[in-house]
């Protein structure tokens, strides 16, 4: 299965916003565009969800643009707490839902 | 709390043995999922299950088998045929199948070779 595509590393300082990209260059028409967020020994956590456009919620900010081909998660002014491994996992489209998690980008945020 | 229990947290195996890692769920989802991950690595689908008594191979379900008698629970045992076990495994489970599923995730499961 081909996965989305994004960087493997991304480095910033605390209070600096900061924008990962993710390819979607085979998204499917029903799928959904969802970000996660993994720290060490521990399970993916949740952190947006959209189809299309915008979508803000109390942790991050997620923009998509018209064609859907890609998306960027947003992280308003990180902390060291950030720190962490974000995923954009690839859906399945139409039928049973799988996602296909790649590396997913890893986030160091710098004092 | 609601949530996924995954038990124990740490687990070794020996050569030739077979080892059951435990998935509790108290959601009330439907569906729930398997996942290996290796270091570095991202998740890899194993076996997934979208209703009681039903389930479906994922990627690498070689090695592996399941079961979901119940719909709070569904546990994974690591055969003898999985030759490279040594992994960290993640149970999550979603309300329902669909595009727009969220997946929940319990803490982990580290699986080791002796």
């Known amino acids: 299965l081909a996965k989305t595509t994004q960087p493997i590393s991304m480095d910033s300082y605390e209070g600096q916003e900061v924008n990962i990209t993710c390819s979607h260059n085979?998204?499917?028409?029903?799928?959904?565009i969802t970000w996660y967020q993994q720290f060490p020994s521990q399970g993916p956590r949740f952190i947006i969800q959209?189809?299309?456009t915008k979508v803000t919620n109390e942790v991050a900010s997620l923009f998509i643009p018209a064609d859907r081909k890609s998306s960027t998660l947003s992280l308003p002014r990180v902390s060291l707490s950030d720190t962490a491994v974000y995923y954009c996992?690839?859906?399945?489209?139409?039928?049973?839902?799988?996602?296909?998690f790649g590396k997913g980008t890893k986030l160091s945020v710098i004092p | 709390d609601g949530g996924i229990t995954q038990s124990p947290k740490y687990l070794f195996r020996k050569e030739g043995q077979n080892v059951t890692l435990s998935c509790e769920q108290n959601?009330?989802?439907?569906?729930m999922y398997w996942y290996r991950q290796d270091p570095g690595q991202g998740l890899r689908l194993i076996y997934y299950?979208?209703?009681?008594?039903?389930?479906q191979k994922g990627d690498i379900a070689e090695g592996y088998s399941v079961s979901r008698e119940k719909k709070e629970s569904f546990p994974l045992t690591v055969t003898s045929a999985q030759k490279n076990p040594t992994a960290f495994y993640l149970c999550?489970?979603?309300?329902?199948?669909?595009?727009?599923?969220?997946?929940?995730f319990g803490s982990g499961t580290q699986l080791s070779v002796l």
């Open positions: 959209g189809y299309k």
């Open positions: 299950s979208q209703i009681v008594n039903d389930f």
């Open positions: 959601l009330n989802h439907d569906a």
């Open positions: 996992p690839k859906g399945s489209g139409a039928g049973s839902y799988q996602l296909t």
């Open positions: 085979n998204i499917a028409t029903n799928d959904y």
């Open positions: 999550a489970s979603s309300m329902e199948q669909g595009q727009s599923e969220k997946l929940f």
